[in-house]
C-alpha cells in the first residue's frame, strides 16, 4: 500500500477559483439537500393525492394510480433522469422545449422534477398502504356519523394513515437525498459529483470519498433522530407501531 | 409529434445493444444477486448472533452502505478494488482489475446489506419454537440453521428477494458512468456517436419497463403459489 494520504487537502484551493476543496464540497452538499428536499416536497404531495386515489372505491381511478406507481416503478432512475433530460422537451411544443432547453439551470429542476415523480410513486405505495392497515370500521364511523367522503379522508383517515407510516416515510426521505446522486448523470454538481471531480483534480481518492461519505452518514444520524422524535410526539395513543408497506428499493 | 425522430438508429444498432449491453447487464445482475444473498445471509446471521461484537460490526457495515449513496459506493470500489487486490496478492503496486470484476465486487457488497435486511426480517419471522425444537433434537447452532430456520425463512422471503433482485436490475444501469457498456452506457455511447438521445433512451426506458413490469407479474403469481399454508 503505497498510497499518499493528505488529509490537509481539503484546505488547498480548488480548481476553479471558487474557493477550497472543503467548500466545493459543501456547495455539492448544499445541492443534495435542495434537489432532495423539493423534490420531497413535490413527491409529498403528488404521492399523498396518487396513494388517496388508490384506495377509493373508483375502479378506474384505482386503475389509474396503480398506473402511474408501476410506470414510475418500472423503469431505471436513471433512465428516467435521461428521459426526462432528453426525450421529454422533444414531445413538448416547440417554442416550450426550446426555452426549457436553453434554461440556465436545467439540469437542476430536470433532477427536481424527475427525482419528485420517481419517489412520489413510492410515496403513494405508502400511503395506500397506510389507509389501508386502517381497521374498515373507521370509514364507516365516519360515513355513519354523516360526515361525506371527503370530510371521511380529511379528518378521520388521512390524519391516523399519516402518522402510521412516518418510519417508512423517513426511510424514503433519507432515499430521495441520496438518490439526488443520480443527478450527476446530468451534470448536477452534487456532493458526489463535487468529491469525483476533487478526487480528478487532486488525486485525493480517498479523502475524497471519505469527506463525501462522512456527509452522506451525517444527514442519516440528523434526520433519524429528528424522526424519531416527531414520532414518538405524533403517535397514535392506543396503537402499536404498525409498519408501511415493505417494497425494496434504495 | 415524432416529426424528428429517427427511430432507424434502433434498427442499425439493437444487435449491439442487446447482445453487448443487456448481456453484460444479465450476467452482472445475475452474479450479484447470488454473491449478495449469500453475503447478506451471513451478514443476517452476524447480526443476529449472540457475540455482541460481531452483531455490531455486522450492523455497522450493513447501516453505513444503506447510507450512503449507491453511485459514490461505485466510485469507491472502483478505487478501492485494485487496492485491496495488491494487498490480497501482496503486491506493493495497485494491481488493475477489470470492469467486470470491479463492478461485481461493488453490487455484491452493496446490495448484500439490502439482501442481509430481508433474510434478517425472514429469520425474525420464523418462530422460536422451532429454533427450540431443532435445539431439543440435540443439533448444533449450524445444523439448526442450515436445516430448519434458513429453509424455511429463504422460502418466505423468496418474492422479496426477487423484487429486490428487480431493483438490483434497475441499478445495474448505475455503472455507465465508469464508461462500462451494459445496456444504458451501450445507448449513450450510440446516442452520443449519432446525436440520437430521444429516440435512444425513449427505447431504452420501455425495454426496462416492459422487462420489469413482466418481472414483477411473475413474482407477485410466484408469492400465492409459495406462501406456506398455516
Known amino acids: 500500500m503505497n498510497y499518499n494520504w493528505n488529509w490537509g487537502i481539503f484546505w488547498q484551493a480548488a480548481p476553479g477559483g471558487q474557493g477550497t476543496y472543503a467548500q466545493a464540497l459543501l456547495s455539492g452538499l448544499m445541492f443534495t439537500l435542495a434537489v432532495g428536499l423539493l423534490a420531497w416536497i413535490m413527491a409529498l404531495i403528488l404521492g399523498s393525492i396518487v396513494g388517496t386515489v388508490r384506495t377509493t372505491p373508483s375502479k378506474w381511478a384505482v386503475r389509474i394510480g396503480n398506473g402511474y406507481v408501476e410506470l414510475f416503478r418500472n423503469i431505471p432512475l436513471l433512465v428516467q433522469m435521461y428521459m426526462w433530460y432528453f426525450v421529454i422537451p422533444e414531445f413538448l411544443p416547440g417554442p416550450i422545449g426550446s426555452y426549457i432547453k436553453s434554461m440556465p439551470n436545467e439540469p437542476f429542476v430536470t433532477a427536481v422534477i424527475c427525482l419528485g415523480f420517481f419517489t412520489s410513486a413510492r410515496v403513494a405505495e405508502q400511503v395506500r398502504a397506510g389507509i389501508n392497515s386502517l381497521p374498515r370500521g373507521q370509514s364507516m364511523a365516519g360515513t355513519a356519523m354523516g360526515l361525506t367522503p371527503t370530510q371521511t379522508y380529511m379528518k378521520v383517515i388521512l390524519p391516523q394513515a399519516f402518522r402510521i407510516i412516518i418510519p417508512p416515510m423517513t426511510s424514503e426521505f433519507l432515499n430521495v437525498i441520496k438518490n439526488s446522486s443520480v443527478a450527476l448523470y446530468i451534470g448536477v454538481m452534487e456532493l458526489t459529483a463535487q468529491a469525483r471531480s476533487m478526487q480528478e483534480f487532486s488525486f485525493q481518492v480517498f479523502e475524497a470519498f471519505s469527506a463525501a461519505t462522512l456527509l452522506y452518514v451525517a444527514i442519516n444520524v440528523i434526520v433519524l433522530n429528528l424522526m424519531r422524535f416527531i414520532e414518538n410526539r405524533t403517535r397514535v395513543p392506543g396503537l402499536i407501531a404498525v409498519g408501511g408497506a415493505k417494497i425494496a428499493g434504495h | ?230
Open chain 2, 1 to 230: 409529434m415524432f416529426g424528428n425522430f429517427d427511430f432507424d438508429v434502433i434498427a442499425r444498432t439493437w444487435k449491439y445493444l442487446f447482445f453487448t449491453g443487456m448481456t453484460f447487464t444479465v450476467e452482472l445482475t445475475l452474479m450479484a444477486m447470488v454473491g449478495g444473498i449469500i453475503f447478506g445471509t451471513i451478514l443476517a446471521l452476524g447480526r443476529l448472533s449472540h457475540f455482541k461484537w460481531l452483531a455490531m460490526i455486522c450492523a455497522t457495515y450493513v447501516n453505513g452502505i444503506r447510507s450512503v449513496p449507491l453511485v459514490l459506493v461505485i466510485f469507491w470500489f472502483y478505487f478501492l478494488v485494485p487496492y485491496i487486490g495488491a494487498w490480497v496478492i501482496g503486491s506493493p503496486t495497485p494491481i488493475p482489475v477489470g470492469a467486470f470484476t470491479s463492478s461485481l465486487v461493488t453490487f455484491i457488497l452493496f446490495e448484500a446489506a439490502y439482501y442481509c435486511e430481508i433474510m434478517r426480517a425472514g429469520i425474525q419471522s420464523i418462530s422460536r419454537g422451532q429454533v427450540m425444537a431443532g435445539q431439543a433434537l440435540g443439533m448444533t447452532y449450524f445444523q439448526n440453521m442450515g436445516n430448519i430456520v434458513l429453509p424455511q425463512a429463504f422460502r418466505n422471503m423468496i418474492p422479496i428477494l426477487l423484487t429486490q433482485t428487480i431493483v438490483l436490475f434497475q441499478d445495474v444501469s448505475l455503472v455507465s458512468i465508469l464508461s462500462i457498456t451494459d445496456f444504458v452506457g451501450a445507448a449513450r455511447k450510440i446516442a452520443e456517436r449519432d446525436g440520437r438521445q430521444a429516440e435512444m433512451y425513449l427505447f431504452v426506458g420501455i425495454v426496462y419497463f416492459v422487462i420489469c413490469l413482466s418481472l414483477s407479474m411473475l413474482v407477485k403469481q410466484l408469492q400465492r403459489r409459495v406462501a406456506i399454508v398455516r
